[in-house]
Nanobody
Framework: QVQLVESGGGLVQAGGSLRLSCAAS????????MAWFRQAPGKEREFVAS????????YHADSVKGRFTISRDNAKNTVYLQMNSLKPEDTAVYYC?????????????????WGQGTQVTVSS
């Protein structure tokens, strides 16, 4: 079992930046792929970014590529999402997730462990 807690969300103007954190506890995540998803009101949860166990391989959805960057600090058992050039359409609840394996997938159903989410609101 692992517990995930996201933080760092908030209200920001378009063009601004936020850095989300996802702190894991209960067991190490250093051998696991980690991912960020988001869900806007009335929409399905969508993949944002993922990172492999070492941080050497990352993948970002086309909608955030060039603006968002996923990273991790295994010593701190924490994953980050740096979000720059934010747009109103980025408004959503952001979740981190893992299935405690090294496998990679963009499907939310693939991930067994989720945080409670952190709200990001971008005003125009």
């Amino acid at each position: 079992q692992v517990q995930l807690v996201e933080s760092g969300g908030g209200l920001v103007q378009a063009g601004g930046s936020l850095r989300l954190s996802c702190a894991a506890s209960g067991r190490t995540i250093r051998t696991s792929t980690m991912a960020w998803f988001r869900q806007a009101p009335g929409k399905e949860r969508e993949f944002v970014a993922s990172i492999n166990y070492s941080g050497g391989n990352t993948y970002h959805a086309d909608s955030v590529k060039g603006r968002f960057t996923i990273s991790r600090d295994n010593a701190k058992n924490t994953v980050y999402l740096q979000m720059n050039s934010l747009k109103p359409e980025d408004t959503a609840v952001y979740y981190c997730a893992t299935d405690l394996s090294a496998l990679y997938d963009i499907k939310a159903s693939r991930y067994a462990y989720w945080g409670q989410g952190t709200q990001v609101t971008v005003s125009s």
